[in-house]
Nanobody, 121 residues
């Protein structure tokens, strides 16, 4: 069983910053890419950022230059540092991970339960 647990969401004023964390736990062989996506009310789910185990990163256009994704492979943890937050960043943020549960088995994607980020103007 693999579990991804997010923390660090909350409310902030526009221009402020937040840092999200997501730790993977359970029984697995290795974790590949990790990342974050988000869903705002009435909108489609949107990819925010991803990072490979070798720290190659990819960002959605709406967050480039403001958000930074990082990871600690020893702790199986991914972080999202969000600066210059805007009201349109308000959403539930979900952690995701590509996990290989046993050696030789295919990767499966797992998501956390989500954490709310609210940015007021």
């Amino acid at each position: 069983q693999v579990e991804l647990v997010e923390s660090g969401g909350g409310s902030v004023q526009a221009g402020g910053s937040l840092r999200l964390s997501c730790a993977a736990s359970g029984s697995f062989f290795e974790i590949g890419a990790m990342g974050w996506d988000r869903q705002a009310p009435g909108k489609q789910r949107e990819l925010v950022a991803t990072i490979t185990p070798f720290r190659t990163t990819n960002y959605g256009d709406s967050v480039k230059g403001r958000f930074t994704i990082s990871r600690d492979n020893n702790k199986n943890t991914v972080y999202l540092t969000m600066n210059n937050l805007k009201p349109e960043d308000t959403a539930v943020y979900y952690c995701l991970g590509a996990v290989t549960t046993t050696y030789g088995s295919p990767q499966n994607h797992y998501w956390g339960q989500g954490t709310q980020v609210t940015v007021s103007s």
